[in-house]
């Protein structure tokens, strides 16, 4: 009698051969005692292997595996930084602040200075140019709602700037800019998603 | 072990979360400390490897389906990390701490001391296998793989895998003889 394989002994104790093999091994082990005894031996090993006890830890891991990993650091918004914030306030007060004068340079500049007047063809017109070269006929109509806007205005500030004062200011939001520059784009730690 | 809750804290772990990674850390310490023991036969070696192979998860967990359970790839981790390091380092068997007592129920202190001894006995035992057949007697027996799994997580041909079991197997079974007549 042919006995069975290593493999094969092996194979079935792990149950990894399909039906016919195991029914066919299972057929051979009822007849053959020498393969009995080497299955034996395995289930003895597999036994003694299954009944090795766990070892308790003697201290908690944690502490160490936390240390190892990469720092984790909450970068903030550009609202939550304070060097933002302040120097945004600081461009809203300066350019309500300047405003009346910026407006007052701006007229007399423009008054050096005369721009031609454009016009611009509409495109209704164009539609009108280009139809008979066509064999259709547009007939296009539309109307836009009437909107009117208004310019807003700003509020008038109690107060006379002079140039030293807007000088001041404007050197104020450039020391503003740099510190806030610098506070944003100052080296970072390694950051983890 | 809670499956939700672990699968939840896996959720949260992945997105960089260290609490939640540090609650898991404690729910799968044991198992992963035991998988690198059986291995290295060195209490303070094992706790490093352990150790270490959290921090691998950690950096690893966008390749790790979050679905999964952990525990099995915690442990392959160590594994695959412990014979990195046997490698490395070729440590000498060392069991000089000893071995704690079983678990409940408790033997009287004969029982006990024969358990230990035989428990020291197996250990030893697989220890004095070649690295590669600690390996797949880890994966097969210990972490209930089959075939495929262990000659996937060794990055091995299912041939090799097979023939290395069943020659571990065979050597550990003498030399659980040999140390029995001993």
């Known amino acids: ?193 | 072990m809670n499956i939700a809750k672990d699968r939840s804290l896996i959720k949260l772990a992945a997105q960089g979360d260290q609490d939640a990674f540090g609650k898991l850390v404690q729910l799968h310490q044991s198992a992963v400390f035991n998988v690198a023991y059986r291995m290295l036969g060195n209490r303070q070696d094992a706790e490093d490897v352990a150790q270490e192979a959290f921090v691998r998860a950690y950096n690893a967990f966008k390749n790790f389906d979050t679905d999964r359970p952990m525990r099995p790839w915690l442990k392959k981790i160590a594994t695959n990390l412990c014979l990195n390091r046997i490698k490395a380092h070729h440590p000498t068997l060392s069991l000089e701490n000893g071995l704690p007592p079983p678990k409940e129920p408790k033997p009287s202190p004969e029982a006990q001391t024969a358990n230990r001894e035989q428990d020291t006995q197996i250990r030893t035992a697989i220890l004095s296998l070649a690295p590669h057949y600690r390996a797949v007697i880890e994966l097969r027996h210990f972490q209930n793989l089959n075939y495929e799994e262990i000659a996937e997580t060794l990055s091995k041909p299912l041939s090799s895998v097979k023939s290395d079991l069943f020659r571990a197997r065979k050597m550990l079974a003498e030399k659980l003889k040999e140390l029995k007549r001993i």
């Open chain 1, 1 to 193: 009698m042919k006995h069975l394989t290593e493999p094969q002994l092996n194979e079935y104790l792990d149950q990894m051969l399909d039906v016919p093999t195991q029914q066919k091994v299972e057929a051979h082990l009822s007849d053959c005692e020498g393969c009995r005894a080497q299955i034996a031996q395995l289930e003895i090993l597999f036994s003694t292997l299954d009944e090795l006890p766990e070892v308790p830890l003697t201290r908690d891991l944690k502490v160490g595996v936390l240390a190892g990993l990469p720092k984790t650091v909450e970068i903030p918004t550009l609202w939550q930084q304070p060097a933002f914030l302040a120097q945004s306030l600081l461009t809203v007060i300066l350019l309500t602040l300047t405003m009346p004068i910026l407006n007052r340079q701006f007229d007399s500049l423009s008054s050096f200075f005369t721009f031609p007047v454009i016009e611009l063809t509409s495109f209704a017109e164009i539609i009108a140019k280009l139809s008979p070269l066509f064999r259709w006929d547009f007939r296009f109509s539309f109307a836009f709602p009437e909107i009117s806007f208004t310019t807003p205005t700003l509020p008038s500030i109690p107060i006379s700037l002079d140039t030293n004062i807007v000088l001041l200011l404007i050197i104020s939001a450039g020391m503003m800019w740099g510190i806030g520059n610098f506070s944003l784009l100052r080296s970072k730690p390694e950051v983890r998603k």
